[in-house]
C-alpha cells in the first residue's frame, strides 16, 4: 500500500482542432487577440502528454477548464482523443469544463460562438451546449466519483489512500457568477465534512480563481474570479481545506489566504498549458505526513513541430502581450506600416493610424528612458549610491518593463527590494500616489484597494512578494 498520491495538472488548454480553420488572416487575427497559441494548441497539448506518459509513477491527470477555445464540437471531439491517449495508456483522467468549453444561446451570459475559420472569415460550426458537456466528459470522473452533484456537474474522487479531491465545475451563469449556486456549496460541504469523518484529506480544483493573483485584477475584474470567493474561503480556513488549484487568468501564481480566525489556504493558480511559457503543475501528497508538493514543469519542444534552434518559449514568446510589444514597439519608429500590419487583432489599429506622430513621439521618449529617469521622478536621485546612479543611467526603462512583462504570465519576476529598479520605480510610484491622492483621480482611486496604494501594487509585478516562488511550494495539510 503506497502512501503517496500524485497527480498532473493542466489548465486552460484552448485546444482548436485542426480541422476548426485553415489559415488566413481571421485566424491569424483571433490568435493575436487572444495571445495564446491557438494555432499549434493540439501539438502543445501533444507535448505535454509525452512529458506525462514519461512518468510511470503518476497515473492521475486532471484538466480544469477552457480545454477548448471556442465551444465547437469539432475541437471537443479532438481534444478527447487526446484523453483517450492517456486512458489507453493506464492514466486515470480527470475533466471538468469553463466558460470556453461551451456556447451561450441566450440561456445564460456566455457570449462564445462556435465558428470554422475560413481563408476570409468565419462559418458557423456545430456547437457544444452546456446541458451537453456532463454526458459528454462523463467517462473522465463523473462515472469513477465517490459523489457527484448533477446540477453542476461537480463530483469528489480518491486520488490516494486518504486523499480526496474535489472537481468543482464552476460554470455558474457563464459570466458574472462562475461559481456554485446554494445547492451546490451545500454539497461541496456535505462532502467535506464525510472526507474529515472519514480522516481523509481533501483539495479543491475549481477553474476561477479563488484569490486575485494581484489586487488589481480583483478591484478591476472581480466578476471574473469565482462566484462566491469569499463565502469558500471563509469555508476553507474554517474546514482546513489547504489547497485550491485554479486556471482562468492564464498566470502562474501561488497566493496565500489567511483569515481573521487564525484560518489559512493556498491557491495555487497556473498558467495556461497554450501560453509561451505553458507548465503543468505535478502534485504529490505524502499521506502518511501530510504534506502536500507542488512542482511545475513545462516543454522544451513542440511535438511534430519544428521550431529550429528555438525552444518551445522562445518561438512561441510573440505570440503573448509581452512578447508582442517588445517585438512591435521598435517598428513603431523605423516602419510604422509593419508595426500597424502585425498589431492589427492585438492594438487598436485605427486610433493608431491617426496618431502617428504621438505614438512615435511616446514610442521614441520611452526607449530614451532609463531606471535614472524612474529614480529622478521619484525624487531619489541623490539617495542612491555611486555605483547605484551609474547603473541605473546605463540601464534603458525599456529593458525593465519587458523584463516584468515577461514575468506578467509565468511569475516570479527578479526586481526583488535590494534591486535599483525596484527601488526607483517604486519611489517613482510613491510619488504618482501622492499626486493621485492630491488631485483625487477617482479613476485610478477607485483600482486601489483600501490601505493600499500603487507603491505596493507595484510590488505584485516587480517580484514574488507571495510565497517566494510561483512554481513551487510545500503545504502542510493537517
Request: charged share 25%; with cysteine; aromatic share 10%.
Amino acid at each position: 500500500m503506497s502512501n503517496k498520491a500524485s497527480f498532473y495538472l493542466l489548465t486552460d488548454t484552448h485546444f482548436v482542432s485542426k480541422n476548426a480553420w485553415v489559415e488566413g488572416k481571421p485566424f491569424t487575427l483571433r490568435e493575436r487577440g487572444d495571445q495564446i497559441a491557438l494555432k499549434l494548441s493540439p501539438e502543445i497539448l501533444d507535448s505535454f502528454i509525452d512529458k506525462i506518459l514519461a512518468d510511470s509513477e503518476t497515473d492521475t491527470v486532471i484538466f480544469t477548464g477552457d480545454n477548448v477555445n471556442n465551444g465547437d464540437m469539432v475541437s471537443h471531439y479532438d481534444f478527447r482523443e487526446k484523453l483517450e491517449r492517456l486512458v489507453s495508456a493506464g492514466k486515470k483522467v480527470y475533466v471538468t469544463t469553463a466558460t470556453h468549453d461551451y456556447c451561450g444561446m441566450d440561456d445564460d451570459e456566455n457570449f462564445f460562438k462556435a465558428c470554422r475559420y475560413t481563408e476570409t472569415g468565419t462559418e458557423p460550426a456545430e456547437c457544444m451546449r452546456k446541458a451537453g458537456l456532463f454526458d459528454f466528459y462523463e467517462k473522465y470522473g463523473p462515472a469513477q466519483a465517490l459523489s457527484v452533484h448533477r446540477e453542476s456537474g461537480s463530483y469528489i474522487v480518491r486520488i490516494g489512500e486518504k486523499t480526496r479531491l474535489a472537481m468543482i465545475n464552476d460554470n455558474g451563469n457563464g459570466r458574472s457568477h462562475c461559481g456554485l449556486f446554494e445547492d451546490g456549496f451545500n454539497w461541496l460541504r456535505e462532502q467535506v465534512a464525510d472526507a474529515k469523518a472519514n480522516g481523509d484529506y481533501m483539495l479543491f480544483a475549481v477553474h476561477h480563481p479563488v484569490i486575485a493573483p494581484w489586487e488589481l485584477y480583483r478591484k478591476a475584474v472581480e466578476f471574473e474570479l469565482y462566484g462566491g470567493y469569499k463565502e469558500l474561503s471563509e469555508f476553507m480556513c474554517a474546514e482546513k481545506v489547504r489547497a485550491v488549484f485554479t486556471g482562468h487568468v492564464h498566470v502562474q501564481n501561488i497566493r496565500k489566504y489567511e483569515s481573521e480566525n487564525g484560518g489559512y489556504f493556498y491557491d495555487i493558480a497556473t498558467i495556461a498549458a497554450v501560453n509561451a511559457a505553458g507548465k503543468m503543475r505535478k502534485v504529490t501528497v505524502d499521506e502518511e505526513n501530510g504534506i502536500c508538493k507542488v512542482e511545475s514543469t513545462g516543454i522544451e519542444k513542440i511535438s511534430g513541430f519544428d521550431t529550429g534552434d528555438l525552444s518551445a518559449r522562445d518561438y512561441l514568446y510573440g505570440i503573448n502581450l509581452p512578447g508582442l510589444a517588445e517585438k512591435l514597439l521598435p517598428l513603431a519608429l523605423t516602419d510604422y506600416e509593419k508595426f500597424l500590419e502585425l498589431g492589427e487583432g492585438a492594438l487598436p489599429v485605427d486610433k493608431l493610424k491617426k496618431h502617428k506622430f504621438l505614438v512615435r513621439f511616446a514610442v521614441k521618449k520611452f526607449y530614451k528612458m532609463t531606471v535614472y529617469t524612474a529614480a529622478k521622478l521619484g525624487k531619489i536621485k541623490k539617495k542612491l549610491t555611486a555605483e547605484q546612479k551609474e547603473y541605473a543611467k546605463n540601464t534603458p526603462l525599456s529593458k525593465t518593463a519587458f523584463t516584468v512583462l515577461a514575468h506578467i504570465f509565468p511569475g516570479d519576476a527578479p526586481y526583488t527590494p535590494d534591486t535599483v529598479e525596484n527601488t526607483a520605480l517604486t519611489a517613482a510610484a510613491k510619488r504618482l500616489d501622492r499626486l493621485v491622492g492630491r488631485f483625487k483621480i477617482s479613476a485610478v482611486q477607485n483600482l486601489i484597494p483600501e490601505g493600499s496604494s500603487l507603491a505596493d501594487m507595484l510590488q505584485d509585478f516587480l517580484y514574488n512578494n507571495r510565497t517566494g516562488s510561483d512554481n513551487e511550494i510545500e503545504i502542510n495539510l493537517n
